[in-house]
Structures are given as structure tokens and as C-alpha cells.
T-cell receptor
């Protein structure tokens, strides 16, 4: 029973274009969402987060959008750079206890020069 | 050290043997977590420590798994009588506190049970 789903295992984008990574969740109790980026042989690193009281959060080239009614969030990277090539994990938590993250399976983003 | 440090980075063990995985969190971080990632899966929560106590052990998959933390710092995850399904990357993470703080992950310990 996957509560956080990333339905696209991989995504390929041209450098300079927009990358859009999608994530769906089923647990309506989730109220805080995060994106992590992972390079091979490294641990995941925190990228950006959003609280359920917001529908958008922006940090430089990265923007996360949250659609609570659809239980859907997306990460936009613009412009995409080759160094953005990594696995991106969507994660969610509830009740203010952000230690117990529920992760999706990840999406491998490849940005081609 | 600057980041979360885990050892060993790779471990191959025979089915039925016990293994210990070590985590050294970022200095000053009171909260410590263990997650694991099996092949083709997302990260799965195992256990959370606040100081030396573990308020949430709900993710430990069986009683063959245990963890402890001493001195509010180093933690050890022990898997007894390993099974092939235990093969995974075991990731340790830490944060300043459990609420509202960024969680920093280590590079993980790759465990292969043969």
C-alpha cells in the first residue's frame, strides 16, 4: 500500500528546458511534503519543502506546487542543468513530526547537454 | 565530521549471521533516524531516536532488528540471523531536533546477504 507514488521511474530533459517531476499521495493526513535529491553512492539531500497551508514554494530554480484537492504535488526545475541529473524522491509526513517520512520510489532525472 | 558518517559502507554477509551497522551523526544533532532502501523501493522508516531513547520503533520489520544509541551520539543498528530480504541500503540521518529541522542523510551502508 504505497501512500506516496511517483509514477514516472525516469524523465529525460534537454538542458535549459523545464523539468517537471510529479508525485501523488493517498493519505489525507499528510500535511508536509519534501523533495530530496540523490546522486549515486550518496545519501539523499534535502531540496525543498512545502506545508499544506501553501500551494507554492519557490527556491531559486526549484518550485514545488501542491494541489491538496487532487493530492498531487510537483517539482519544477527551470532551467534544467546537467548537474541536476539525479534521482528525486518525494516524501510526506503528518502531524508536525517530520522525522517519519514516507517516501516515493523516486524518479531518475537525466538532463542532456 | 561535517556530515553523517556510516560504517561499513559495504557489507556482504552469509545468511544467518548477525551484522552491526554504525552511524555517527552530525555533532550537536539530538535526533537520529534509520531508514532503509530496498532495490526498486523508496526509503522506508525504521526507527527514530531523540537523545538515547527511541520514541518510535514502529518501522523495525521484525524482532531480529534492534538499534541503540549511546551518549546521545553514535548509534548501532543490529540485524540478527540475517535473511536475504534484509539486503538493502541502510541509511542513517540526523537533525537538530525532530520538529521542523532539516534531516541530513549519510551515504548509507550497503548490505548484501548471500
Amino acid at each position: 500500500d504505497q501512500q506516496v507514488k511517483q509514477n514516472s521511474p525516469s524523465l529525460s530533459v534537454q538542458e535549459g528546458r523545464i523539468s517537471i517531476l510529479n508525485c501523488d499521495y493517498t493519505n489525507s493526513m499528510f500535511d508536509y511534503f519534501l523533495w530530496y535529491k540523490k546522486y549515486p553512492a550518496e545519501g539523499p539531500t534535502f531540496l525543498i519543502s512545502i506545508s499544506s497551508i501553501k500551494d507554492k514554494n519557490e527556491d531559486g530554480r526549484f518550485t514545488v506546487f501542491l494541489n491538496k484537492s487532487a493530492k498531487h504535488l510537483s517539482l519544477h526545475i527551470v532551467p534544467s542543468q546537467p548537474g541536476d541529473s539525479a534521482v528525486y524522491f518525494c516524501a510526506a509526513t503528518s502531524g508536525g513530526s517530520n522525522y517519519k517520512l514516507t517516501f516515493g520510489k523516486g524518479t531518475l532525472l537525466t538532463v542532456n547537454p | 565530521g561535517a556530515g553523517v558518517s556510516q560504517s561499513p559502507s559495504n557489507k556482504v554477509t552469509e545468511k544467518g549471521k548477525d551484522v552491526e551497522l554504525r552511524c555517527d551523526p552530525i555533532s550537536g544533532h539530538t535526533a537520529l533516524y534509520w531508514y532503509r532502501q530496498s532495490l526498486g523501493q523508496g526509503l522506508e522508516f525504521l526507527i527514530y531516536f531523540q537523545g538515547n531513547s527511541a520514541p518510535d520503533k514502529s518501522g523495525l520489520p521484525s524482532d531480529r532488528f534492534s538499534a541503540e544509541r549511546t551518549g546521545g551520539s553514535v548509534s548501532t543498528l543490529t540485524i540478527q540471523r540475517t535473511q536475504q530480504e534484509d539486503s538493502a541500503v541502510y541509511l542513517c540521518a540526523s537533525s537538530l531536533g525532530p520538529e521542523g529541522y532539516t534531516i541530513y542523510f549519510g551515504e548509507g551502508s550497503w548490505l548484501t546477504v548471500v
